[in-house]
């Protein structure tokens, strides 16, 4: 069971010293996740870097406390600080778009069995990025709110909850053309610092981003929003349903609609499918129903539980209660890996 879990990383205190716990525990893993950032480019480090360090101003105008943190990863780990920066913006340094999938949800209160609203996802990734994953448990010491995510080593934000009850995830989104501006990931740490769910959609809209991609989020009072996000603004998704709102890897707003391009031809086929499971149980729907479901393989041509498609796999999986602080983590496939509970 313990070669099934993700390598707990645990930091408290000044930004810098959470950085630096953070390097210095994962210092082997964050070495790793540069060569695999390597290789998964195709460019030289030296190129990355450089590149890299041009997000320096733009990271320190969006939080001096995270480019702190940064700072505090570099020394922790002993890497320099354009190696430090690269984790945090390895497809924004390549001048591409990292290739991602990913079937994300949210329900609120009406949905399920016990009346708290969950949100999740399956992340679907080339399968090496599974040997780089971490969960991450954060607890700042000047009154920020605590923060457990999964992300990979020394990258300092992805997805996950903080302790005001507030989570997100995440899907790509595809024919966005590059642009100088903030990474996502970056955007996606700042957000988990947020109080609650409007402020995190502020953060998005005053910040614009280098590339395309759909943030959905889910409060412990019951609320749910998706954001579309482009790196020529952010457009807001209405479901159908107000108690539901499922994103896989296609335009779904009529803003940015016209920019589809079918780029993951079983993009459509899995949020059709996710909408019909999740529909079947709705008002009934438990952390185990959503296990389940992101498991699925009845899907036509393929099922929520990715294999290869593309070259993806869905290498983990998450799911939050934030009205309990708790988020459950997958390493591997959904009908194969192990979920371990972490409380915030």
Not at 23 to 46: F, N, P
Not at 182 to 190: E, S, V
């Amino acid at each position: 069971m313990e070669k099934q879990k993700f390598p707990l990383i645990v930091a408290s205190g000044s930004s810098y010293e959470m950085g630096y716990q953070h390097g210095a525990q994962a210092s082997e893993l964050i070495e790793k996740y540069l060569l695999w950032i390597e290789r998964q480019t195709g460019k030289s480090r030296d190129v990355l870097c450089r590149n890299a360090m041009l997000f320096q101003p733009l990271i320190e105008s969006l939080s001096t406390n995270l480019m702190d943190e940064v700072r505090g990863l570099s020394e922790g780990a002993k890497i320099t600080l354009e190696e430090a920066l690269l984790c945090q913006a390895r497809g924004e340094a390549a001048r591409e778009v990292s290739a991602d999938g990913c079937t994300a949800f949210a329900v609120t209160r009406s949905a399920t069995a016990d009346g708290n609203a969950l949100a999740g996802q399956n992340q679907d990734l080339p399968p090496e990025f599974g040997d780089v994953g971490i969960v991450l448990h954060l607890k700042p010491s000047d009154g920020r709110p605590r923060v457990v995510m999964f992300t990979f080593a020394g990258q300092l934000g992805y997805a996950g909850m903080n302790s005001n009850g507030v989570a997100h995830f995440a899907n790509g989104l595809y024919n966005c053309p590059w642009r100088p501006a903030l990474p996502h990931y970056p955007l996606k740490r700042i957000i988990l610092e947020q109080e609650n769910l409007t402020q995190r959609v502020e953060v998005l809209e005053a910040h614009p981003a280098c590339s395309a991609g759909n943030m959905v989020f889910c409060s412990g009072s019951g609320e749910i929003a998706d954001v579309e996000i482009r790196s020529d603004g952010v457009s807001r998704f209405f479901g159908k349903n107000p108690d539901i709102l499922l994103h896989t890897n296609h335009y779904l707003t009529d803003a940015f609609q016209e920019y589809e391009d079918n780029t993951l031809a079983d993009s459509c086929p899995r949020l059709d499918r996710i909408g019909e499971l999740v529909e079947a149980q709705l008002g009934e729907i438990t952390v185990d129903t959503m296990k389940g479901i992101l498991a699925d393989h009845s899907g036509d041509p393929a099922g929520i539980c990715r294999h290869g498609e593309k070259g993806m796999h869905s290498v983990s999986g998450y799911i939050a209660e934030p009205a309990k602080g708790v988020l459950h983590v997958r390493r591997g496939h959904g009908c194969l890996g192990s979920w371990v509970e972490y409380e915030v």
